[in-house]
């Protein structure tokens, strides 16, 4: 029993990298054209758009890891203990970020997929600059967008280090210390994406 929840936690960690981590990574640089202006924003997304088979790739790639990712990790959210003794004070400041900006990551990418993807499915929205703009036109959706891609953000590159961990890539104490250099850079090139974007969405600048 042990060795398959050891199992379920690997795969777990795997699909928050590849392919979720990456799908973030795409999305946050297709927003990021929005700082060069509409046209090119919109150019981009109608590329994405056209993908052949675009939607049978969003399910495969994009939905069910993300279904399985979210929902064993607010089952590890809820049940898991810190290890002091393990990880030290640090590390386990993280892995409690890590299990609170998860459940915030959970609830935001669910009203967002209503908010865009199934408001467009439906027909009710084209997916354009414009769109974008008016959702993010209000303080509060800026505010609750910014909060939200900083928790992902940490999520996905705090993720990133106990991945390292968790597959034995890195397992020397000064190998991990380099990992969090890192990781912590990341989150902070990846937030910078994210929140520049909103910024131009929201003021034009």
Excluded: C
């Amino acid at each position: 029993m042990a060795q398959r929840t050891f199992a379920y936690r690997r795969l777990h960690s795997l699909l928050g990298i590849i392919p979720i981590g990456v799908f973030l990574i795409q999305h946050l640089l297709i927003n990021y054209f929005a700082v060069y202006g509409e046209e090119r924003f919109n150019g981009a997304v109608a590329f994405m758009e056209n993908l052949p088979l675009l939607i049978v790739l969003e399910i495969v790639l994009i939905y069910l890891p993300l279904l399985y990712h979210a929902i064993l990790g607010t089952y590890i959210a809820f049940t898991s203990k810190n290890s002091l003794a393990r990880y030290g004070y640090f590390r386990n400041w993280m892995f409690d970020l890590q299990r609170l900006t998860g459940l915030i990551a959970f609830a935001f990418i669910a009203w967002h997929v209503w908010q865009t993807r199934i408001q467009i499915g439906l027909g009710n929205a084209e997916l354009n600059y414009g769109f974008m703009a008016g959702i993010l036109a209000s303080p509060v959706a800026f505010w609750l967008y910014a909060i939200s891609i900083l928790a992902i953000s940490f999520h996905f590159s705090n993720g990133l280090w106990s991945f390292l961990v968790t597959w034995g890539i890195t397992q020397s104490a000064r190998s991990q210390k380099a990992a969090t250099y890192v990781t912590l850079a990341l989150f902070a090139g990846v937030a910078y994406v994210g929140i520049r974007a909103l910024v131009r969405f929201s003021y034009g600048i």
